[in-house]
């Protein structure tokens, strides 16, 4: 028999919580996990997720979470992830992304099997839309 330790919203923050208590020696569990797995929009409709743990161990399991809430885990070192403004990696990527859209359009625009010239040069036209659409940003972001 297990008692309810905490609730929580969201399917990723209930299992991060059980995971925490777990790595203290503690043996929780998310008990509507099933549940969600069928139809996630039931978790708001039975009051979200219950993590449980055994009753010889709630105490201790309340405890940590208390700290977690209190904030008593968090560090002071900066986040890994990049700044709103500095995501030099996305923008490339967002970037090859968009430059080989052509070829895809190309494909379906039946470019390859066409003589025509307005179909034959349709991925080059739309190759200069996107680099201007993308490359007119990334250049303003760039020089700002």
């Not at 905490?6 to 008990?31: C, K, N, P, Y």
């Not at 190309?106 to 470019?111: K, P, R, T, V």
């Not at 179909?119 to 200069?128: E, G, K, V």
Request: glycine residues 8%; hydrophobic residues 55%.
């Amino acid at each position: 028999m297990s008692v309810e330790i905490g609730r929580f919203h969201d399917l990723h923050e209930a299992e991060l919580a059980a995971a925490l208590l777990r790595s203290a020696g503690i043996r929780a569990e998310v008990a509507d996990h099933p549940l969600i797995g069928i139809d996630p929009p039931l978790q708001r409709a039975v009051g979200g997720l219950r993590v449980m743990a055994p009753p010889d161990q709630a105490a201790d399991a309340r405890a940590i979470l208390a700290r977690v809430q209190a904030g008593e885990f968090v560090s002071d070192e900066p986040d890994d992830r990049p700044a709103a403004g500095d995501a030099p990696a996305r923008d490339a990527g967002l970037a090859l992304g968009v430059l080989a859209a052509p070829w895809a359009a190309a494909g379906m625009l039946g470019a390859r099997r066409s003589v025509s010239p307005r179909r034959r040069y349709a991925p080059l036209a739309i190759l200069l839309l996107v680099a201007v659409l993308v490359g007119l940003p990334l250049l303003l972001r760039i020089m700002a």
